[in-house]
Structure formats: C-alpha cells, structure tokens
C-alpha cells in the first residue's frame, strides 16, 4: 500500500516539470481557477464493493487474480484507490454480499484509508441460500404478499447495516417484471411495488434518503416494473421528500438524451445520485467515458448548471458512484481510468461559460451555443485534473503508478491467484 511519503518520494521529475508546464498552460485562460480547483478537491466518487473483482456475463466468468477475499480486503482495495487518486473517498457495500461481522472494526478500517460509506445496497433480485421464498416471479411487486413481506424485511434489514456503518442512503434496484405479454397486471405490480417501497420508507431513520433506480430492461425483457426516470420519479414523488430517483448511465434505450433527463430530475428536487458506467448497446456497463465521453461531459454541463441553480453543494448533494462490471481489464485499473474520466468531465462542466451559452441561448445563437460546450469539452484539462489530485496528496498518474509498483503483483502474492471476490 503506498504510504504518502513513498508517493511523494517517487514522482518522477521530469514528468512532474512537464506537468506543471501543462498546467500552467491551461488554467492560464480560467478566471476562476481557485474555485475550480477547490470543488475537485471536494468532489468524491464511491466505489462499490462488487466492481473490485472481476465480473462477468451470463454466459461465464474470467477471474482475475489477487482479487479482494473479504469485505476487509474490498476497503484495502478501494482505499488503494483513493490514496493514489484522491477522489474515491467512498464505498457502497452490497447486502447480502458484504455484510460487516464486526462494523466497529470495519468502520474503524474503513476510516483508516479515509473512506466513507455511501448508500447501502438491497438484493431481491437474487435467491440466496436459505431464504425461505424465491424471487423468480419478482419481489417487491410479487402477487404473493408473504414473498412481498420478505423482500421489505431484507431491505429494512440492509437499512440497519447501514446505521451501524454510518452510511446515509438506501439504494433499490428491482429485476421485477416480466418476460411475457399477460404474464403481470402492470397496475397491480406496480401498486404492489408502491406498497412495499411505503414499508421500506417508513424504515427510513429521519436523516436518510432512498434512491429509486430504475433499468429499462433485463433481467426482464418484456416489462420491468421501474423501467424509466417517469416510473421512478412516480414512485419517489408518491413516497415523500426522503425518496429520489436515481440515473444509471447503462439503465436507459439506446439514444436517450439522459442529459435532458438529468436537468428535469434536477429542476423537479428528485435527483437522488449517479450511477456511472458507459455502453454501447444495453447494458453492458462498460469504462464510464470509453464511448460516449461528449455524452458524459453534456450530462455533467447540466448537473452543474442545475446543481448551481438550486445552490446545491456538487459533492455532497447527490450521491456519485461508479456502477460498472470489469471484465476483461484489471478492475483497480479500469476503476481508476473511469474515475479518471468523470474528473475530466466534471472539469470540462465547470469551464463552460455560462453567461455566453445562457445569452447565446435567448438569442437563439444555435451556432455559439454549440461552440460554447465544445469549446469546453475539447479543452485538454488533464493537468488540472491531476494538479489537484497532487495538492490532495495523490500521485501525478495513478495508471502509472501502479503498473510501475506492480501493485497488482503484491496483491496476488498477498492474496493468491486464485481468488475470486464476491458479487456478479
Ligand atoms: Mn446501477
């Protein structure tokens, strides 16, 4: 594990003069850099506890090796993360996956490396082993009240794990749905939903909130019972102000303007957090900004204008988190490449000028508004990402950094190479 001393003993000289020459260059043109770089020091990215192994698709798994054996080893890994990046100061454990023996300990552990603990995670969406009542016919929605009952007691469950850790949120993901016209009455289903979610809300400690999260498709392929931002913006607004919605990137039909999504969820005070990750086609939870990057920074323009709007504070108002499946890369590296991205983008949303674009707009300027956003976008803000990572106490180039220290090495002569990490 790299000590802050030994970072800062092992930048290389060159690298970091060719740096500073970078940064000088581009922040040279920013008028209100302190600012900028004070809101990067703050902004911070959960990591969850099922992306630090390997995953996988239905068809099969690669496990990679040196992969996290326990929860404490999860905490290690994504406290790795944060000490070379600065901005993954956060985890979001997964119930029943990661479920604490001793949460002293944990929480102890935890605060050693600096890490939070972002919003808890519910399962229905699995059988595990030894529960009584099977999810295949859904869980909250399900037309058996006792199989209902058992999906609301889990997640009041995961609410009281999430007490003793300190976290502050409760996230649900349903697979309920169904695969078959006739098979479901969309009414009852959701009604059901939304008697269950009331139980659940009614679990919630007064500092809490819930995030709904919605997915268009799959498990299910012919309805899924929160498939949309409307499905779940109705199920929040019928819960009550604890209740908000949450955008998964990989979660909508191909082509959806998400960014139009994201400034009406703002505008509405229901957007809860981010899951982030990147696709091509479905879900397929791709490195967030290795396909859409122009989409990402577009995204984050209107969290900054909207946030801004409504004078929220960007780190700690809506819950950020990367939500994806690494299946054929190295999971830190791929973490800190997708962490990485969101920086650069974040970076991109605070440079656009908003005075221009909001007067280019009421002239109706089609021609300057596009060249305000890409004026930001294709400004290379790379050094001023990794400026602030460095002022933070983090490492010129993580990537770098820990090919070169051969972390992945240490962990897999630490932990094995056959070890595979709980989760999908
Ligand atoms: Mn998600």
């Known amino acids: 594990m790299p000590s802050k001393k030994h970072i800062g003993n092992s930048q290389d000289s060159k690298q970091l003069s060719q740096h500073q020459q970078n940064f000088d260059h581009v922040s040279a043109g920013i008028k209100d850099l302190d600012n900028v770089m004070h809101k990067l020091a703050a902004f911070q990215i959960a990591i969850p506890s099922w992306a630090l192994g390997t995953g996988g698709t239905r068809f099969g798994r690669f496990s990679g090796a040196g992969e996290p054996r326990s929860l404490e080893e999860k905490i290690e ?16 454990l ?55 009952k058992q999906a609301v007691n889990h997640n009041i469950e995961v609410i009281k794990q999430g007490k003793a850790l300190g976290s502050k949120a409760l996230s649900v993901w349903l697979s309920d749905g169904s695969c078959f016209p006739g098979q479901l009455n969309f009414r009852k289903a959701f009604q059901n939903t939304l008697e269950s979610l009331q139980e659940i809300y009614a679990a919630l400690p007064a500092d809490w909130k819930v995030y709904i999260e919605y997915k268009a498709f799959e ?3 012919y309805s899924t019972t929160v498939a949309d931002w409307g ?19 990989g979660h909508h039909l191909a082509n959806a303007n998400i960014e139009q999504i994201v400034s009406l969820l703002l505008m509405e005070g229901k957007l809860g957090g981010f899951h982030f990750n990147d696709s091509k086609y479905g879900d397929d939870d791709l490195t967030t900004g290795s396909i859409k990057p122009y989409q990402l920074f577009l995204i984050f323009n209107e969290l900054v204008e909207g946030m801004d709007a409504r004078g929220m504070n960007h780190s700690t108002d ?107």
Request: net charge positive; hydrophobic share 40%; charged share 25%.
């Open 318 to 424: 809506l819950a950020w988190m990367i939500d994806a499946s690494h299946n054929v890369k190295d999971p830190l590296e791929d973490l800190l490449q997708s962490v990485e991205a969101i920086m650069i983008s974040y970076t991109q949303a605070l440079l656009v000028d908003r005075k221009k674009l909001s007067d280019a707009q009421k002239n109706n300027d089609v021609v300057t508004a596009q060249e305000v956003l890409q004026n930001a976008f294709r400004t290379d803000v790379r050094a001023i990402v990794a400026e602030s990572r460095l002022r933070s106490g983090g490492v010129l180039n993580p990537l770098q950094y820990f090919r070169e220290h051969k972390i992945r090495q240490q962990l897999i002569s630490k932990r094995g190479s056959k070890t595979v990490a709980t989760g999908l």
């Open 94 to 148: 997964h119930i029943p996956w990661d479920i604490p023996k001793d949460y002293k300990a944990i929480k102890k552990l935890a605060s050693q490396f600096g890490l939070q603990f972002d919003a808890v995670n519910s399962n229905t969406f699995q059988d595990q082993k030894d529960q009584k009542l099977s999810y295949k016919f859904g869980s909250l929605q399900h037309v058996d009240k006792a199989v209902r």
């Open 77 to 92: 890994d994504v406290g790795l993360l944060h000490s070379l990046n600065q901005s993954s100061g956060a985890i979001s």
């Open 231 to 249: 499905q779940s913006l109705l199920y929040a607004n019928k819960l009550g102000p604890k209740a908000y919605t949450l955008v998964d990137l």
């Open 219 to 221: 498990p299910n392929f």
